[in-house]
Nanobody, 118 residues
């Protein structure tokens, strides 16, 4: 299973970026989809995660500015009102069972750089 991310880049404070993550194969069951990030010199942290079909949780630092959404085998992160502290490598994560007999597995994308700078 590969998670292919796109949409990172350079933005100015106050601007928007949209990240996308495509899951390259069908899975038996997806338990959750999430975006994490790791800023310079910082630990990786959860930014947004789906809960069930229609709910999501967000870190306090992005609440009200970021929105996670899913469409088929794609999970997106809409990032509005970007701040310099949002600068980080962003990683897509899913927890899923690839086949019915497997335990829940943890899958990660390769990461995409987001830089917010004037």
């Amino acid at each position: 299973v590969q998670l292919v991310e796109s949409g990172g880049g350079l933005a100015q404070p106050g601007e928007s970026l949209r990240l996308s993550c495509i899951i390259t194969r069908n899975l038996f069951a997806i338990n959750s989809m999430a975006w994490y990030r790791q800023g310079p010199g910082k630990k990786r942290e959860m930014v947004a995660q789906t809960i069930g079909r229609n709910m999501a949780i967000y870190s306090d630092s992005v609440k009200g500015r970021f929105t996670i959404s899913t469409t088929g085998n794609t999970v997106n992160l809409q990032m509005n009102l970007l701040k310099s502290e949002d600068t980080a490598v962003y990683y897509c994560n899913i927890k899923a069972r690839p086949i019915s007999a497997s335990p829940i597995m943890d899958y990660w994308g390769q990461g995409t750089q987001v830089t917010v700078s004037p």
